[in-house]
């Protein structure tokens, strides 16, 4: 891959897109915030590799609970092997100094009862903890492959930035994405690169949808 500086790093945005697309993951610590069901037993399954939790409220119809101490629930990683990315909520706890949430009251299942939650909403960083070497190389091979699919500026690119790409036979104008960059990107079924797709494979994200991601 060739070009200056600028024009390099818009290609690897581009490709860095796609793969992201493609996988539906994150391959950097994200802050995020997901809203997720809660199972009977109290397993909050997360739809991102979890680096950490800061918040965790019940989630009900018309508004949101008050945000549960730490105390209240544990998390998982799938960092770790053979964990599973999820908040586990302390169905068997209880604090009597918060109301509804009193040992009397049922604690934090009963506090969720109460309210009629079966959601919480969920505030962390999402993502790998780093980019793994076959995602960075995948991310090499694709940005090289857009670049090759280049089509020559149109007369008025010097008054915008980007780079025009041919994919498909269609011109695509990479934009400066500062003002969207936090919207989640929409599932694709392959970054535009076979070899690309197959070495991805593993990286799939095809489980639950992330809500709202901030």
């Known amino acids: ?3 200056e500086d600028a024009e390099v790093a818009a290609w690897i945005s581009a ?31 997360l739809p991102r590799r979890v680096q950490s939790v800061t918040t965790v409220a019940p989630v009900f119809d018309g508004g949101e609970g008050t945000s549960l101490p730490a105390t209240a629930y544990r998390v998982t990683s ?38 009629g939650a079966e959601q919480a909403r969920i505030t962390g960083e999402f993502g790998y903890a780093e980019v793994p070497p ?3 190389q995948a991310c090499a091979l694709l940005a090289a492959h857009v670049q090759a699919q280049a089509a020559p ?3 008025d690119s010097t008054q915008a930035p980007g780079l025009n790409v041919d994919d498909e036979g269609n011109n695509v104008r990479i934009e400066d994405k500062a003002d969207d ?34």
């Open 134 to 136: 076959l995602v960075a």
């Open 15 to 45: 490709a860095t897109e796609r793969i992201t697309s493609y996988t539906q993951q994150l391959f950097e610590p994200t802050p995020l915030v997901v809203v997720a069901d809660v199972a009977p037993g109290g397993l909050v399954l």
């Open 78 to 115: 799938s960092d770790v092997l053979g964990g599973v990315d999820a908040v586990h909520l302390r169905w068997g706890g209880y604090d009597d100094l918060i109301a509804g949430a009193e040992s009397y009251n049922g604690g934090w299942r009963g506090l969720f009862d109460r309210w």
């Open 181 to 214: 960059q936090d919207e989640p990107l929409p599932p694709s079924a392959s970054t535009g690169n076979t070899q690309v797709d197959a070495l991805l494979i593993g990286y799939l994200n095809r489980g639950h949808s992330m809500i709202g991601g901030i």
């Open 1 to 3: 891959m060739t070009g």
């Open 153 to 155: 500026s149109d007369a």
